[in-house]
């Protein structure tokens, strides 16, 4: 079955830095590809997807690229703020059939001021 | 338009005791999902419901299940309660089938069996 491979967390940085959070995933076909956030002490939310090969999604300065040939979506942001902590999933999902998302075990981000 | 709620937000049981959860999802959805979080397995999904009709399940025991009511509020179970069922147990909703529309998150129920 599918499969999703994220950077193990926790991930700490300062306001202002880089951020990038691996994901690798395992599929049959073209799934669509998610990331959601979990903020404390809420449910997830989605951030953003992509869903065919070379998509870039985006959101709130986010971005990830689906990679088909590396089977990648990485998620990345230029410059983070104290408001990104939160704890970061990615999830493929595939369009035929009613298979659920399968998500990963989720990146917990910390951003210090 | 309200979100997906979920009741209780926080449970304690004992081992052996089962637990009703509930799920109300965002009006007119008729999908609702469930997911079991927990530290060392992450995000788990256990079973979704469409229409009254279970579409799919997870790979979790018997002693877990669910329904669906003609509203599409979903309940699931756990009967005879294990301390490893300790988790936080998320419903998601969407308006048709999770693969090709987005899914709302609860903010979950925390479920400790002591």
């Known amino acids: 079955g599918d499969s999703v491979t994220q950077m193990e967390g926790p991930v700490t940085l300062s306001e202002e830095a880089f951020l990038t959070i691996n994901c690798t995933y395992t599929a049959t076909g073209y799934p669509s590809l998610f990331w959601y956030v979990q903020y404390p002490g809420e449910g997830l939310q989605l951030l953003l997807k992509?869903?065919?090969?070379?998509d870039k999604g985006s959101n709130k300065g986010f971005e990830a690229t689906y990679r088909k040939e590396t089977t990648s979506f990485h998620l990345e942001k230029g410059s983070v703020q104290v408001s990104d902590s939160a704890v970061y999933f990615c999830?493929?999902?595939?369009?035929?059939?009613?298979?659920?998302?399968?998500f990963g075990k989720g990146t917990r981000l910390s951003v210090i001021a | 338009k309200a979100g997906v709620t979920q009741t209780p937000r926080y449970l304690i049981k004992t081992r052996g005791q089962q637990v009703t959860l509930s799920c109300s999802p965002i009006s007119g959805h008729r999908s609702v999902s469930w997911y079991q979080q927990t530290p060392g397995q992450g995000l788990q999904f256990l079973f979704e419901y469409f229409s009254e009709t279970q579409r799919n399940k997870g790979n979790f025991p018997g002693r877990f299940s669910g329904r669906q009511f003609s509203n599409s509020r979903s309940e699931m179970n756990v009967s005879t309660l294990e301390l490893g069922d300790s988790a936080l147990y998320l419903c998601?909703?969407?308006?048709?089938?999770?693969?090709?529309?987005?899914?709302?998150f609860g903010p979950g129920t925390r479920l400790t069996v002591l």
């Open positions: 998601a909703s969407s308006f048709g089938t999770p693969s090709y529309n987005e899914q709302f």
């Open positions: 992509a869903t065919k090969a070379d």
């Open positions: 999830a493929p999902q595939q369009a035929s059939g009613n298979t659920p998302l399968v």
